[in-house]
């Protein structure tokens, strides 16, 4: 069976307006074959959800600069599991410290891609959480 | 720097150069290639101090006086924010550079629910008058000038500025602040706007017809190639959109009436020294000359002095690198010598750990090391414009020159840049740009040290001590907002913030009803508040 297309939410969430990165992740796992949506600035986490439900994705993709990584994506999956989402596969990319990310996997985050990470392990990072994904969700 | 394409052979010879802007650079220069590009000492370049100011804006550049270091500065509360801004100024800063918290930015209180997990955090938390006495506590203000990194809500924080040092006893005449306030660049690439564009510009426009009657020493627009720089733009292009842009205020301001004469003098800019360092000195008095050549001839402005380009060169953060961190201490080292080549008048570089977090009080500091051992040990305030006269300096210079009103002509074509901006046009170039690098950068077209070359796979990558987020700063902050909320004389707020409503509506300038608002202690949420329910939000045309 062909592989269907991966659908990504590019989120940026929060009041930080540094979208470079997010952006141009959203123009790579566009060559990369993936359908890709970017939700634009200033959105609340509730905001991003809404999206996501309506637009059905495989992926949310979060890009946060700010610092705020850990209490925007704690709620982030709280809600998602409020909405009954929490298998649709959750990444976040920005500045964020290494020690972090234990705590970000802790929260149920599927992949943390600090900046700098290469197009080609998130694009195959993505393929590969998505496949993992438990089948009929 | 390694942002040039260099094509090279199987011995690793170097073939060709090509700079971002496009220019390629051939492997000598001789007095033929001044003859080719039309250069003329007189026309071209004039002595120091001299129009077009190509060499220098002063006659004696840095020996009459070294560079203005402003290192951004700037977080938590503001208790903790005054504490770093003394130790900056005892340790030779000349100049304040105020980071704010997002919350801050976007014209949000600390306890708003929108502010959740960002108080304090990329900036100082600002609510209201009360705060900026704190931050401001014992810092001579008609000495120290303050840039105020602020700009949807610029109109706020000058007239707070204004009030604070009225209550420090500071007369408006006496203090120089130099609030951000672009806003059409936050549309391109910082991202921190809130007003649709023409309600945008319409503030910006307020505050410099404010400051030019009301505030002698205070710079009301620091026009920032330097984001759409980081945004992805190439050098060239970060000059044509800077000026495009201050095209656009200037249009503004001169539609009520006042000519560019009486306010242009009051423009800086902010502008990126990252880049390759040939390409960045070129650039830098390019665009002093075309400054000043534009003011001129374009319009009408007669004062020497008000023809000046003047500002910020610096940052270069899109330079550093989360790899290595240490080789961020050496990149800022050369950032800030191509600085020096230039005649930056006034500067400030990123710090190393900036890839990881806001710098931490040593990592601060080094950068002002940095600034004052380039000025005090390396000979840069011997002569004026070292450079001048190179035959590859001069070549370069003429043909950015050209790339850079090349890239002007594209955005007048278009409409002029309010337009560029509001339907996207300059957001679509700039990413895929962005992205371009980012990909070059990936195959290992453009060279970055430590990250696609000389890797060190043992190395511990986050070896930097990190800047602490204090959960306590923001019970702090919140507490301090209640109790004002609770203790100011409310009707006063009310009183002026209605008054700013009507005023606002009924098209006054918004200035001096923000000084009457920020007086009786009204928060930036409030002001923001009104501001937002008159002109609404901008929605960001859709790029993809």
Known sequence: MAENRIKVLIGKPGLDGHDRGAKVVALALRDAGMEVIYTGLHQTVEQIVRIAIQEAVDVIGLSIMSGAHIPICRKLRELMQAEGIEDMRVVVGGVIPKQDIPKLKAIGLDGVFPGGTPFERIVTEIKRVVNRRPAGA | ?544
């Not at chain 2, 409310?490 to 606002?504: W, Y």
């Open chain 2, 1 to 544: 720097m390694g942002v040039a394409k260099y094509v090279k052979d199987k011995q690793d010879a170097i073939k060709e150069v090509i700079y971002q802007s496009g220019i390629r650079v051939k492997s000598a220069y001789t007095p033929q290639d001044l003859e080719e590009v039309g250069f003329d000492y007189a026309a071209d370049l004039g002595d120091p101090g001299q129009y077009p100011f190509t060499r220098s804006l002063h006659p004696q550049g840095y020996r009459s006086r070294a560079w203005t270091t402003r290192q951004y500065t700037g977080f938590g509360t503001p208790e903790e924010t005054n504490k770093r801004f003394k130790l900056m100024i005892s340790h030779g800063q000349t100049g304040l550079n105020v980071a704010f918290d997002l919350p801050t930015q976007m014209g949000y209180d600390s306890d708003d629910a929108k502010a959740l997990g960002e108080v304090g955090r990329v900036g100082m938390a600002v609510d209201s008058l009360r705060d900026f006495e704190i931050a401001f506590q014992d810092i001579p203000l008609d000495r120290i000038g303050s840039g105020l990194t602020i700009n949807a809500v610029a109109t706020i924080m000058l007239a707070m500025y204004q009030v604070v040092a009225e209550k420090f006893g500071y007369p408006k005449a006496k203090i120089s602040a130099t609030p951000q306030n672009d806003i059409l660049k936050e549309m391109i690439g910082r991202g921190a706007w809130i007003f649709p564009v023409e309600h945008a510009v319409r503030l910006v426009g307020d505050s410099i017809e404010y400051a030019v009657k009301e505030l002698p020493r205070c710079n009301p627009v620091s026009i920032c190639g330097y984001h759409i720089r980081e945004s992805g733009a190439n050098p060239a292009q970060e000059i044509a959109c800077a000026f495009e842009i201050a095209k656009a205020y200037m249009e503004n301001v001169i539609a009520r009436g006042m000519p560019a004469e009486d306010f242009v003098g009051r423009f800086s800019f902010n502008l990126n020294v990252f880049g390759n360092l040939w390409e960045q000195i070129a650039k830098f008095r390019a665009a002093r000359k075309m400054w000043a050549k534009m003011l001129k001839e374009e319009y009408g402005v007669q004062d020497k002095k008000k023809l000046f380009l003047r500002g910020l060169f610096g940052g270069g953060g899109s330079g550093l690198t989360k790899e290595q961190p240490e080789n961020n201490i050496v990149r800022g080292a050369f950032y800030a010598l191509g600085a020096a080549l230039s005649g930056a008048q006034t500067t400030a570089l990123c710090s190393f750990d900036e890839a990881y977090t806001i710098p931490t009080p040593r990592a601060a500091l080094l950068s002002l090391r940095t600034l004052e051992l380039i000025m005090e040990e390396v000979g840069l305030r011997d002569t004026v414009d070292p450079l001048a006269g190179s035959y590859f300096i001069e070549t370069l210079t003429k043909q950015m020159e050209t790339r850079i009103q090349a890239d002007m002509k594209q955005i007048q074509e278009i409409g002029g840049m309010v337009h560029a901006v509001a339907t996207g046009f300059i957001q679509r170039k700039v990413s895929q740009q962005a992205y371009e690098y980012e990909k070059g950068l990936q195959t290992g077209a453009y060279v970055k040290v430590g990250v696609n070359k000389y890797r060190d796979t043992s190395e511990d990558q986050t070896d930097v001590e990190l800047h602490e987020y204090n959960e306590q700063w923001v019970e702090q902050q919140i507490a301090r907002l209640q109790e004002l909320r609770r203790t100011r004389d409310n009707r006063a707020v009310a009183r002026t913030l209605q008054d700013l409503e009507q005023g606002t509506r009924a098209g006054q300038n918004v200035m001096p009803l923000l000084v009457d608002c920020c007086r009786a202690y009204a928060t930036v949420g409030e002001m923001a508040g009104v501001l937002r329910n008159i002109f609404g939000e901008w929605h960001e045309p859709s790029i993809f």
